[in-house]
């Protein structure tokens, strides 16, 4: 028999009458995940800093799909009073969440602080997601099956681990790959123990998480020879979406499942499900990250009858 297809973008359902946000929507993977989501049908909100750019990324959504129903709306994944304004205002216009794209990232910057003082990558890769999933969660909770998709990336297999005794790496040498991949760690962490309270807590949402494998969405990073590599055999981040968009739409996807690229050491190809790091999927590591989280954001929830805080 002839080996089936690849899943693609064609093999996205029509997606009308649902509500997607996507933050950091604005350029690479994010814009191409907002002009597949609008194109299929879905009411898409990009999300990001710069409304500038967010406008330019309506503008290119549109050229390709003119009836792109499209809304930007500005938030800060770095910064936690930016991201509670934009689950205030969200919450009191749109009636529903059906996907939540944790696609904005911090990769590889040098060693800084978010506003509210977290080590960059951590602050941004994970504790905004914590706390943007907590203050929507009575929007995904409207919508019959929401989904939640986290984004991972292969380094998190890179990193020496996630040290929450020194998140900020102040008794550590800091290296950048390194607290990157710590941050993904974070991320697919928090991914699993969502999956965990969610169905203890009989919630019909999904939460999910998806990597793009080599793809070319940061092509000044790193040095000389990265940044050509990443130009010469990285794949576009129209083929690294997809296993986020499969996350995001395919009927089959089942909470707690990661996916990523089907080809060699999951670095190219199309989607399939795939494994997490030993640690990352750790429930012990989980229950203490989700601990960790709460009382670093003041965000609470999926606790025994808590509500978002």
Not at 30 to 59: E, I, N, P, T, Y
Not at 94 to 99: A, F, I, M, Q, S
Not at 196 to 219: C, D, E, M, S
Request: net charge positive.
């Amino acid at each position: 028999m002839p080996s089936p297809t690849p899943w693609s973008q064609t093999d996205i359902p029509p997606l009308a009458g649902q509500t997607v946000l996507v933050t950091g929507a604005n350029r690479g993977l994010g814009l191409v995940l907002a002009s597949q989501f609008a194109m299929h049908g879905a009411h898409v909100v990009v999300a990001g800093r710069d409304m500038a750019k967010l406008a330019l990324a309506v503008a290119s959504i549109r050229n390709g799909a003119p009836r792109a129903d499209v809304e930007p709306m500005s938030i800060d994944m770095a910064d936690l009073a930016s991201i509670r304004r934009f689950a205030d205002k969200f919450a009191a216009t749109h009636g529903k969440l059906d996907v939540l794209c944790h696609n904005a990232a911090a990769i590889m910057v040098p060693h800084g602080r978010t506003v509210d003082g977290f080590e960059s990558h951590i602050g941004t890769n994970h504790l905004g997601p914590f706390a943007l999933t907590g203050l929507l969660l009575d929007s995904l909770r409207a919508a019959p099956a929401a989904r939640i998709v986290s984004t991972g990336s292969l380094a998190h297999r890179m990193s020496s681990g996630l040290d929450l005794d020194d998140s900020d790496y102040a008794r550590r040498r800091y290296k950048e790959m390194d607290a990157y991949g710590a941050s993904k760690i974070a991320a697919l962490s928090f991914t699993f123990e969502l999956d965990r309270r969610l169905r203890r807590a009989q919630l019909p949402i999904r939460a999910v998480a998806a990597h793009p494998g080599y793809t070319a969405t940061n092509t000044d990073l790193g040095n000389a020879f990265i940044r050509l590599s990443t130009k010469l055999f990285a794949q576009s981040p129209a083929i690294g979406a997809l296993p986020m968009l499969y996350a995001a739409t395919a009927p089959d996807v089942r909470s707690g499942e990661y996916f990523g690229p089907s080809g060699f050491k999951e670095l190219r190809g199309a989607p399939r499900r795939v494994q997490a790091s030993e640690t990352a999927s750790d429930a012990t590591l989980g229950a203490r990250l989700w601990n960790w989280s709460q009382a670093a954001t003041g965000v609470h929830y999926l606790d025994a009858a808590t509500s978002p805080a």
